[in-house]
Structure formats: structure tokens, C-alpha cells
């Protein structure tokens, strides 16, 4: 996709935390961070929170390294719980694998578009107009839709995400299976089929005790895998089976040794494509979000990414593979800011740099998508060629990739002993295993950011306050009414300017 010709409203998304599921005011902690830089090797930065009646933590080996004395001091200071519920072979265990989904057909694109938009982790309305959502939704998929869809037709009519999940989900079924824990494997999908609600139904029917939620995404993000958490979070609230049904989620695990071996893998394989590959730039391209989630809502998606890409180039050096690399983020919405720096102006920068060589490699997503296929394939391709790059090469995305599949199969029988646990306590769980908490505890640990902002304010002031936000909230409504109806009565504007509504002839 590219950024002009997505339809979305961004400067909606003041915060992308919605107040009215806030969980109540916890313990946080930040343990540094650092911005990266092409070709300079950045180490470990941290993602390490903590909340303090519960230990939700999302954190890596690495970081947990850099930050072991406040980490010691906390977990000194922390009853330390043994995994409370040892696993019985009466019990009937299951994966739930969450995804985004994708449009099967052109006709669906419209109504999947419909259901993203829909998503406040995706699009978020001030308070007072939160009525607004739904017709919002509606009015934006309507008009994205035909661009949308030639993006689909272009990749053969429709999302390969659904096939792809699917067979995700069977190799990681017989991967357990080989490991002597058979478990069922569901996948969830957040805007199309199956959706999440569907694969509960039949987890439901299916009668499964120990459930291992595990978002197919290896970064956390507020808009992808927090957005999926909170749909189940809500599900489960209002379902007596689930309220009782013992559950652990892995939030992320781009840090697990076999998904960065994984990875290596798939990079120096497609370095040997060159004739010269130490002289090829590895390209890192991730999914961007707007600047808002990770500065004002405290997503760890830019901190993930940053560390995963470090494990990464550790592990390629372990191998003698010292190549230049950068990071750069793609697919970005509308005129706000997102995270920098952005794949098509970091593409033509290395042109005029006088690279000649790059290898591309998506990182946010383990399967072929539009944005692979399309976003990447076709149009970074071109813009690449057209600013002086040479040659081009393309890390294919994880899929079913063995070693990949084999280390899911590791994350979901590491978590099976925390299944039900309320809080993961011990010191070489966080360590060893890969990050756990229950769906209410990790929504919480995102939240702790947001509390640091100034207090609430009743006067007018300038600067983000929350009365400053909300008022920005409502004239930005305000303005966006006027301007979408000048813009439909006059035919020009913004969403002409995007290509998003045809210009007139
Ligand atoms: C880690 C991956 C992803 C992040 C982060 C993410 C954030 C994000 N996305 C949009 C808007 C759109 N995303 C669309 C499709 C899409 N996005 C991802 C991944 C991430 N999105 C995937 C895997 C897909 C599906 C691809 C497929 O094959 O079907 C779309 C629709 C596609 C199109 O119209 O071209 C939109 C729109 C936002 C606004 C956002 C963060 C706030
Ligand atoms: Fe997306």
C-alpha cells in the first residue's frame, strides 16, 4: 500500500488506548531505549514493564541482561509464585493463533476494509463522538475500497493470509504433535474468516481446558496484536465457559532463538543470490505505525522491532555475514506522523548514497500479504531501480518455514505450565521462556505510559493535556465534517489530492 492511497482520518487517532477499557492504575517501568541508524550496529534496547500487582513483562533475555538490578530488585520484592497449575493429561489443550485476516475475494474488500476501520485500535474517535465509528467506517471503506481492490486483483484477487494461516496452523498442530503434546490449533482472525469469535465457538464445542493464545505477529503492537487481545478479552468477560477456561498469552517472541535463526537463515540464502553479497545493503522494511502509539500510548512495537533486528545482525555476524543494514518503516496512513524513517524516502536517500545493491526483508508479518507482494514487490521495487539501486533481492516472509514452526511449537509448550498461572513470577521463566501474561494483565501493561501524561487539567491549555486532547478531539471532528462535506460538494480536497476520490476531468 502505498502511504497517499490509504483512506484513513489519522489525526483521530489522538491515543490509542480507549479509556473505557482501562484497567486500574498500575506499577510501570521503562528501561531505556535507543533510536537506530543505518549501518551502526544499535544495541539492546529494552521493552520492559512491569505491573505491580501483577508481573505481566514483556522483555527479551537481552533486555532483561541490560536491566538486571531493577528487574532483581522487583522480582525480590514480588511473591514468587511456582507455575500453579501442573498440566494433566485430563486436560484438552489448544492454540488459538491470532491474525489479521485478509479480503479471499474482491468482493469482500469492501466489508473487510469496513472492519478494520471499525477497530479503535485502529482508527480512534474522540469520546463524544464515538457514535461516529460505525458511519465513519463505513464512509472510508467505501471510498478505499477500488484502490484497495486493484492492490488485491493485482495478487491474484484476494489475500493469500487466510491459506497461509492455515497451513501455519496445521504444521504447528503436527510440530506439537511430534513433541508429544497433541493440542488442537484454532486460528482467529481480527477483520475477516475465520474470525476470532468463530474460532472460540469451536474451541467452545471442542471443549478445550488450557487455552495458549499466541498472536501470529512477532512484535507487539496496540494495533495488531492489542487489538486482537482486547476483542478476547471482551469475549471473554461476557462467556461463562471462557471466564473459567485457564488461558496464557505470548504476546511476542521476536526474540526466541529459533524465529532470529529463522531469519538468518532466510537472509544469508538470499544474500548468496548476488554475485557480490557482502556488498548488499539487508534492508529491513516493518510495517510502520503512527509516532502517537508508540509516544503517547507506550506501544513497544518500535523498541521491539529495533531489538529483533539487533538479534538478528548478531546472529548473521555469529556467521561472518557484517553486511550494511538499516530499518525503515512502510505503509503509513494519511499526513500525521508515523515511524521514521519511511521505506520509500530511505529507498531513494540510498540511491543517492550510491547504493547499489539492497535485500529487502519484511519484518513485521510471517506471511506473504498485499504489502509484501504488492507494496514491496512491485512499487519499492520500482521506486528502488528508478533511484539508482541495481539489483534488488526479497527475503520471502517465514510461512511454513521448519525451524520457524518448530520454535512455536517450543514457545507454546514453554507457556503450558503457566496456563491459568495468575502472574508469571519467577525469575528464570521471564528469563528462558517467552513472555506470558493473562489478556487482562497484558492489556494493562500498554496502558502505563498513558498515566504519565500531565494530570487531567480543567482550563484550556496548549500542549497534551487530556482537556487539550479531548478539545483537539472535537475540533478536529468538527473540522473533519466541514471539510468532508466541502470536499463532496466541491470535489476537491484532501481525499482527491490522495488519489482516494477521483479528480474531476
Ligand atoms: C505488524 C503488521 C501490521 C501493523 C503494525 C499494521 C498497522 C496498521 N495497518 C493499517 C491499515 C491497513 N492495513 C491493511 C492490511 C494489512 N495490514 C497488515 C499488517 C499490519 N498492519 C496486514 C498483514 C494486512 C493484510 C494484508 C492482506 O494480505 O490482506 C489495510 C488494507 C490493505 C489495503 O487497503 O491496501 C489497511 C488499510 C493501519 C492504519 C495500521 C496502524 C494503525
Ligand atoms: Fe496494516
Redesign the pocket.
Known amino acids: ?1 502505498a502511504a497517499e492511497s ?1 483512506a ?1 482520518l489519522p489525526w483521530t487517532i489522538s491515543s490509542a488506548v480507549p479509556s473505557d477499557h482501562r484497567l486500574p492504575p498500575r506499577g510501570g517501568l521503562h528501561c531505556g531505549s535507543h533510536s537506530h541508524t543505518s549501518a551502526a550496529p544499535a544495541r539492546n534496547c529494552v521493552v520492559a514493564r512491569y505491573s505491580s500487582t501483577q508481573s505481566a513483562l514483556l522483555f527479551s533475555k537481552n533486555s532483561l541482561r541490560k536491566c538486571l538490578p531493577p528487574l532483581k530488585a522487583l522480582v525480590a520484592s514480588e511473591t514468587l509464585d511456582a507455575p500453579s497449575t501442573p498440566f494433566s493429561g485430563e486436560d484438552k489443550v489448544g492454540v488459538l493463533l491470532l491474525n ?1 485476516g ?2 479471499e475475494t474482491l468482493d469482500d474488500v469492501q466489508p473487510f ?1 469496513f472492519n ?1 476501520f471499525a477497530d479503535p485500535d ?1 482508527i480512534r474517535l474522540p469520546r463524544l463522538f464515538r457514535f461516529l465509528q460505525k458511519p465513519l467506517a463505513q464512509f472510508i471503506s467505501v471510498l ?1 475500497a477500488p484502490k ?1 481492490k486493484e ?1 488485491y486483483a493485482s495478487i491474484g484477487g484476494g ?1 493469500p ?1 487466510r491459506r497461509i494461516t492455515d497451513a501455519q496452523a496445521e504444521e504447528l498442530r503436527k510440530a506439537l504433535y511430534a513433541k508429544d503434546v497433541p493440542a488442537k490449533v484454532y486460528v482467529g482472525m481480527r477483520y475477516w474468516h475465520p474470525f476470532t469469535e468463530e474460532a472460540i465457538e469451536q474451541i467452545k464445542r471442542d471443549g478445550i481446558t488450557k487455552l495458549v493464545v499466541l498472536p501470529l ?1 512477532p512484535q507487539f ?1 496496540i ?2 496484536s492489542g487489538s486482537s487481545l482486547r476483542l478476547l478479552e471482551s469475549i471473554f468477560r461476557e462467556d461463562e465457559y471462557l471466564v473459567n477456561m485457564q488461558h496464557t498469552v505470548i504476546p511476542s517472541w521476536y526474540q526466541r532463538e529459533g524465529y532470529i535463526t529463522a531469519m538468518a537463515n532466510l537472509i544469508e540464502k538470499e544474500l548468496q543470490c548476488f554475485d557480490s553479497p557482502e556488498k548488499v545493503m539487508i534492508f529491513f522494511s516493518a ?1 510502520g ?2 509516532l502517537a502509539y508508540v509516544e503517547e500510548a507506550g506501544d513497544p ?1 518500535k523498541a521491539e522491532m529495533e531489538e529483533c533486528i539487533d538479534l538478528i545482525m548478531e546472529e548473521l555476524e555469529k556467521r561472518k555475514i557484517t553486511n550494511a543494514y538499516t530499518l525503515a518503516y512502510q ?1 503509513r ?1 494519511g499526513p500525521v506522523e508515523w515511524l521514521k524513517p519511511y521505506t520509500d524516502e530511505t529507498i531513494i536517500e540510498l540511491g543517492k548514497k550510491g547504493v547499489k545493491r539492497l535485500l529487502a526483508v519484511p519484518i ?2 510471517v506471511s506473504e ?3 509484501t507482494l504488492e507494496e514491496i514487490d512491485v512499487e519499492y521495487k520500482e521506486l528502488a531501480l528508478k533511484s539508482g539501486i541495481e539489483v534488488w533481492g526479497r527475503v520471502p516472509a517465514l510461512g511454513c518455514e521448519p525451524t520457524f514452526i518448530s520454535d512455536l511449537a517450543d514457545a507454546v509448550i514453554e507457556s503450558l505450565p503457566y496456563v491459568g498461572a495468575m502472574a508469571v513470577s519467577h525469575l528464570e521463566a521471564r528469563q528462558s521462556l517467552v513472555p506470558l501474561g493473562s489478556v487482562e494483565e497484558l492489556l494493562a501493561t500498554y496502558d502505563s505510559q498513558r498515566r504519565e501524561l500531565p494530570a487531567p487539567v480543567t482550563v484550556w491549555e496548549w500542549g497534551w493535556t487530556k482537556s487539550a486532547e479531548t478539545w483537539n478531539g472535537r475540533a478536529a471532528m468538527l473540522a473533519v465534517v466541514v471539510l468532508l462535506v466541502l470536499e463532496v460538494t466541491t470535489g476537491e480536497g484532501f481525499l482527491h489530492q490522495w488519489g482516494i476520490l477521483p479528480l474531476h476531468r
Open positions: 500500500m490509504i484513513m489479521l485478509g479480503p476494509l478494520l485502529i478505499r484497495s492492490g489475500s493470509l505477529y503492537s494495533s495488531t510495517h505505525v503512527p512495537y505503509s496512513v513485521s508479518f500479504h498485499i504489502e
